[in-house]
């Protein structure tokens, strides 16, 4: 029995949680950021497997209970995990990283990175922490009903990789592959993970769009004004990647993502959930990266740039406005 510490309390955490728990692991939640904390902790999670679309039913995997729910970065790290996985949205990666620098004599474990980005992870990667870090390249979606009950939308090959291939390294990634795919969650090794995660972030960056029209991936691949949009994306990160060297066959590139994107089945993504609910979304961070390293390599990027600035107001004045009404209403009801 291995001991299992998850930080993040979204979809992609908690369907980590309810897997590592069935093959009977400990597994512990920490809520990322303290202005998030749950006022009721997760304890129960609930999943239903909707892959199979065939079936006219989903299949209904089982409740869990897992063994802790945290909200302070020291009294969850005291556990001493064997393994320790980072699963929340690149907007967190920042207070994430401070706080795991603050608490490094703590850690004893891999800590495996599951982010949308190919470069949000690198203050992760820099920091010397003391322990293997290991990127995480997700193929999967998971929905969520409620705070603990899930929906696996989405199953295809993931990978983990590090940038330096040393021995503990080598046998960091070996136990956590055999940990992941005992669970059911079918991974790979890769040596080449920052490629892979260009061309996620590629994925994510084109499927933004999809933030604009609040529409699930398939259907705005069927709609000929936001699939010509997103294949425009394509094009500019696949020009991007070439220029900067994570693309060697480009047109092979723009195929592989475009089929991608029409093989997802519809429905709200994350980000799109972000925006029905006026939260802030991750889409800023994911868009800046290309944008920035497509001017270093003087590619220019006018599609980027218009779904960059739509979420940048929306996230500066749209969730701000949020927040603001949010604290009048409570303020009225004290």
């Not at 309390?9 to 093959?23: D, E, F, N, R, S």
């Not at 209904?60 to 302070?72: A, K, R």
């Amino acid at each position: 029995m291995l001991r299992i510490g998850i930080i993040g309390t979204g979809a992609v955490a908690c369907y980590l949680a309810h897997q590592c728990k069935k093959q009977g692991h400990q597994v512990f939640l920490l809520s990322s950021r303290e202005i998030r904390n749950q006022t009721l902790p997760i304890s129960q999670i609930q999943l239903n497997d909707d892959t199979k679309h065939r079936q006219a039913v989903s299949e209904d995997l089982g409740s869990i209970i897992i063994d802790g729910h945290f909200t302070d970065y020291a009294a969850f790290l005291s556990k001493d995990f064997d393994q320790l996985y980072v699963c929340s949205k690149t907007v967190s990666n920042q207070y994430i990283c401070r706080q795991l620098s603050r608490n490094k004599h703590r850690l004893h474990s891999p800590v495996v990175i599951f982010q949308n980005g190919f470069a949000t992870e690198q203050t992760f990667i820099d920091e010397e922490l003391g322990v293997t870090i290991i990127r995480g390249v997700l193929n999967f979606s998971v929905t969520q009903h409620g705070k603990q009950n899930l929906r696996l939308m989405f199953f295809k090959t993931s990978y983990l990789g590090v940038l330096e291939l040393t021995e503990q390294a080598e046998a960091d990634i070996l136990a956590v592959l055999d940990l992941l795919n005992r669970i059911g969650i079918p991974f790979e090794g890769c040596e080449d993970i920052t490629h892979k995660a260009f061309a996620k972030n590629t994925l994510n960056a084109a499927a933004a769009v999809c933030g604009l029209v609040r529409t699930g991936v398939q259907t705005a691949m069927r709609n000929n004004g936001s699939r010509s949009v997103i294949q425009s994306i394509i094009d500019e990160c696949t020009a991007i990647g070439e220029k900067a060297g994570y693309v060697k066959d480009g047109e092979g590139f723009r195929r592989q993502s475009v089929g991608y994107l029409m093989s997802i089945p519809d429905f709200n993504s994350s980000l799109v959930l972000d925006i029905l609910n006026g939260r802030e979304t991750e889409a800023d961070t994911l868009l800046a990266s290309f944008i920035k390293l497509g001017q270093r390599v003087n590619i220019a990027t006018p599609n980027l740039n218009f779904v960059y600035r739509y979420f940048d107001f929306y996230n500066t004045y749209i969730t701000q406005s949020q927040t603001v009404t949010n604290t009048i209403l409570v303020e009225g009801d004290a």
